[in-house]
């Protein structure tokens, strides 16, 4: 407690200094905030084109380059100063003297501070360290920083603090920086291999008078104009596949769902995902599209197909992932015979006896997913498609040709955990209202996640939907597959956290 006060002690001086500093600053015409100053030049671009040149060659050159960026170290030798300028591409070494900058001029550039964002103009040259470096001719102040860096203090190490101060956490840790960056690069190549395929790409209403397409608990809101109650979508499936009924026959949408549930290492409420559907496709093109999918893009933003992950070495290399039946890796993973998971009561009793709940009158099928979730999932470290799972818990799947009891429907795990659900679309009407009135059974019996009815999408498929295929990709846990990020809140820039000061944690 006492370190605490005095910490906070020191830092109310710093601030206190800073301000002091400011009004120094104003007093002699230096205004804090203009917005006079365009940069030319990256610095990137300078360490790209300019770092294979020596001393004499930079001399030779005589090129004045702008340059934009936040101080982030600063050593100071009287007459003559080192500081590093940071910017979005990288940072560089600028040299700043008195001689260069004229004693006026250099007599404010001191009163500076480390987090302040300046523009300097100057030419490059080699120090005796040979260390390429920006001499200035000019430092402005383009934003005084009225708080320090954390790094001159304990650096931010608590990790909720980095993720609630997002925008501190970029500047100080180069990691933050890259896995943004990333992710990004990974978004990109996605689109564009799905553009290649000649998908196209679409935007779906995220406030839905029906919460549909997942199991999931949605967020409730109210439209007041229309005084109806709305929900925030879990998922854009329904209206997705209505666009199959309308003609698109190959569609995909990248954005947001949310969903009412615990915040975990791999949970946010606010999550991303890609949705895409495939008219004339089944569940087994979509093994293949996405075997091809996730390995390009891997290539094209790491290099390479065969990656490191939590110490784990994966490899997505065509060819190298796994396919199994659903019932058959309860067996061969699982360790459970088909005497036990096909007979209701033994499966009810080793889902008890593996501390899972079975609630009353629940379907063979959920019992089952249960003995996968806790026996199964986290076993799939390589890339594993489990296919042909339970129609009881795939309400929006298509019905298996030779076997109406489970569903062309596959899961994609990678490192334990889901990364994708696919299947062929059920494009039957009659049976689509037989399974929405099942979960309605369902909800009405407690399972708050179960579906409701949705009439106008029974009315799109009596129209006609094409015979399709159609999968979700969670994007943000494939950023952290490809980033090597344990967290899905190192990947979400501003995850949800429990308001300042509240007591309590938001689930691990």
Known sequence: MLEALQAQNELNQVLKNR?????????????????????????????GNYDNLGGEELEALGKKFKLAGRVITHRSFGKVAFFHLQ?????????????DLGADLYKIFKKFDIGDIVGVEGTLFRTKTDELTVKADKVDLITKSMRPLPEKYHGLKDVETRYRQRYVDLIVTPRAREIFQKRTLIVRAIRN???????????????????????????????????????MRIAPELYLKRLLVGGFEKVYEINRNFRNEGISVRHNPEFTMLEFYWAYANFENLMDLTEEMISSVCKEVNGDTVIDYQDERIDLTPGAWHRMAFHESLEKVGGVSPEVYNDYDKC??????????????????????????????????QPHFIYHYPTDISPLSRRNEENPDITDRFELFIYGRELANAFSELNDPVDQRCRFMEQVAEKDAGDDEAHNMDEDYVRALEYGMPPAAGQGIGIDRLVMLLTDSASIREVILFPLLRTEGASGNGGS
């Open 87 to 99: 910017d979005p591409t990288g940072r560089i070494q600028v040299y700043a003297a008195r001689d």
């Open 19 to 47: 301000v002091e500093k400011a009004c120094g600053l104003l007093d002699e015409g230096v205004p804090l905030y203009p917005n006079d100053f365009s940069k030319d030049t990256e610095v990137s671009d300078i360490w």
């Open 348 to 381: 009810k009793e080793l889902v008890k006896k593996l501390g899972e709940k079975a609630v009353e009158g629940e379907k063979l099928g959920k019992l089952q997913a249960k003995l996968f979730d806790a026996l199964v999932e986290p076993k799939l470290i």
């Open 193 to 231: 291999y799905l553009d290649s395929k000649g998908f196209m790409e679409v935007e779906t209403p995220m406030m839905h008078p029906i919460a549909g397409g997942a199991a999931a608990r949605p967020f409730t809101t109210h439209h007041n104009a229309l005084d109806m109650q709305l929900y």
